[in-house]
């Protein structure tokens, strides 16, 4: 699966997360939540767009600690995103295990983003 993440694919993202979450009530997510990551990301980076082009992200909005006798495994709808020269894809989405907070976006940077970033701490 990829689907461009716009506005105009709100009904193919929704078709999607449709599909993955069903009937669930707990720990879901959105269109508009997906569509606010892209912007969250690219906000917190802070990096061209050309350097961000080949980044995978891997994301758990609803990651949550849960106390040690909560006896089941509590499960979140997460997603993976990946960066391309015509913008942000989404390339999967599905239910696992929550992650612990704190965890919302894990990076997969590309050596031209690490470069980015690197120049962007050190040059302010």
Do not use: H
């Amino acid at each position: 699966m990829k689907i461009r993440i716009c506005k105009e694919n709100r009904d193919k993202i929704q078709k999607a997360l449709d599909a993955v979450q069903g009937r669930c009530k707990e720990r879901t997510i959105t269109v508009d939540d997906i569509i606010y990551s892209v912007k969250d990301i690219e906000d917190n980076l802070k990096i061209a767009k050309k350097a961000m082009i080949g980044i995978r992200v891997v994301s758990d909005q609803c990651c949550q600690n849960f106390p040690n006798a909560y006896k089941y495994t509590p499960y979140s709808t997460q997603y993976g995103m990946e960066r391309t020269a015509s913008g942000w894809f989404l390339t999967w989405v599905e239910r696992r295990p929550t992650k612990r907070a704190g965890n919302q976006y894990n990076l997969e940077l590309t050596e031209d983003a690490k470069k980015a970033l690197v120049e962007r701490f050190t040059k302010f």
